[in-house]
């Protein structure tokens, strides 16, 4: 019985191999936030695994960058210019991957901006609702005209780019906080709630990702703590075991996975990508 069992899976395995299809073969994918940084990255990661990527942001030169570059490696994707934070850019970002492929069954909601870094006795009212806007209200609006696509596809995949920033705070970023738990907190709810329509709903948590956008907030932490850049820089590495930040492709990775048929029974999870650190 052991040797059968051997057997058995050494062909599984080679018929594994053989097959060698993409992860995302014939999957269509809006990835918001793509016109840099993450963004620009998941939407390449997606389409070298075979998706055909609708590439959506507000700035019109970088997205059509981004798109640009995936048609150049031989893949298909559109550029879509709006702002997911509101009811008519979400809207217009859905009905363009609808009118471009014909269907949409994966969301990858990245789009956000940090926000400022400031004590929450600074931070005004329009600040707060720029901030959650951005990042939460542009998610709960793309899934919202995003999955009647998905049901009537019969299938779906919606990945929320929350941060461990939503699990455990971060000082003078009360705003991008609030936000990113309400991301989290959204991925429990839509799971629960869309799983009998075979879509599947997960956020992934990066902590420190090299990047823009890092090395804006602790020059913003820096500041205001009244330290050197580098002594801040030093201390998001040295909490991690690894000992180093995570990188874009990291959590790219990760995302296309978890849309793919291999992640088909991972759903309601919120999954730290932390270079080792304890989430």
Request: proline share 3%.
């Amino acid at each position: 019985m052991i040797v059968s069992h051997v057997h058995e899976e050494s062909r599984t395995i080679r018929t594994i191999r053989e097959v060698n299809v993409a992860l995302l073969d014939g999957r269509v994918a809006i990835i918001t936030g793509a016109s840099k940084g993450i963004g620009r990255v998941m939407a390449q990661r997606f389409a070298s695994e075979g998706a055909k990527v609708v590439c959506a942001a507000r700035s019109l030169s970088l997205v059509n960058e981004t798109a640009a570059l995936i048609q150049a490696a031989g893949a298909q994707a559109i550029a879509v210019v709006a702002d997911a934070g509101t009811e008519p850019g979400a809207q217009s970002i859905v009905n363009a991957g609808l009118a471009a492929f014909g269907r949409i069954d994966t969301l990858v909601n990245n789009a956000g901006d940090g926000g400022p870094t400031r004590p929450v006795q600074d931070y005004t009212v329009d600040e707060w609702f720029y901030t959650i806007n951005s990042c939460l209200t542009s998610a709960y609006l793309c899934a919202r005209f995003a999955v009647p696509a998905m049901i009537a596809a019969g299938r779906g995949a919606i990945v929320n780019i929350a941060s461990m920033a939503g699990r455990r705070g971060l000082p003078y970023r009360v705003g991008y906080c609030a936000a990113k738990a309400g991301q989290i907190g959204m991925t429990y709810g839509l799971a629960i709630e869309l799983g009998r329509h075979n879509v599947t709903v997960n956020a992934i948590a990066p902590g420190a990702v090299a990047g823009d956008r890092i090395d804006r907030a602790i020059a913003g932490q820096a500041e205001l703590r009244g330290i050197e850049v580098d002594r801040v820089r030093q201390s998001f590495i040295d909490r991690s075991p690894l000992r180093r930040m995570s990188t874009a492709d990291d959590i790219s990775a990760l995302a296309a996975f978890l849309c793919s048929d291999l992640a088909r029974n991972i759903s309601g999870q919120c999954i730290p990508v932390t270079a080792g650190e304890p989430a």
